[in-house]
């Protein structure tokens, strides 16, 4: 799977986690009705079944991810929140996704 699709594929991903715990969050913090946790549970549900489309082990897959879902909350941050992130959050969302590419691109064989 090259770079791009990889990138793509943890985008979705980490958008539907987002949306599964932000959505709780505002039932809980904001007193928005309760029906908000009904798709916040098929967010979470749509987001364990995008991890399985990826073809590395689990634990390498959920460690590639991370760096992706670093830079989208951050993106969430600013779009949705609207705080705009620090020069530091954006430095620290670059590491991240390099890391991402580091750990999804590795060769094939490779241990």
Same mark, same amino acid.
């Given at each position: 799977? $090259?770079?791009?699709?990889? /990138?793509?594929?943890?985008?979705?991903?980490?958008?539907? %986690?987002?949306? =599964?715990?932000?959505? +709780?969050?505002?039932?809980?913090?904001? =007193?928005?009705?309760? @029906?908000?946790?009904?798709? #916040?549970? &098929? &967010?979470?549900?749509?987001?364990? @079944?995008?991890?399985?489309?990826? +073809? &590395?082990? !689990? $634990?390498?897959?959920? #460690? !590639?991810?991370? $760096? *992706?879902?670093?830079a989208v909350a951050l993106a969430w941050l600013y779009l949705v929140d609207?705080?705009? +992130?620090?020069? @530091?959050?954006? #430095? =620290?969302? $670059?590491?991240?996704?390099?890391?991402?590419?580091?750990? /999804? *691109?590795? +060769? &094939? =064989?490779? %241990?």
């Amino acid at each position: 799977m $090259g770079l791009v699709r990889v /990138a793509a594929l943890f985008i979705v991903t980490a958008l539907a %986690e987002i949306v =599964g715990c932000y959505l +709780p969050l505002l039932v809980l913090r904001q =007193g928005k009705s309760a @029906w908000l946790l009904l798709p #916040a549970a &098929s &967010s979470l549900a749509l987001f364990a @079944w995008l991890l399985t489309l990826h +073809p &590395s082990a !689990a $634990g390498r897959t959920y #460690a !590639a991810y991370g $760096g *992706m879902y670093i830079a989208v909350a951050l993106a969430w941050l600013y779009l949705v929140d609207g705080v705009a +992130p620090t020069r @530091w959050d954006v #430095a =620290g969302a $670059g590491v991240a996704l390099v890391g991402m590419a580091i750990i /999804a *691109m590795q +060769p &094939s =064989g490779v %241990e």
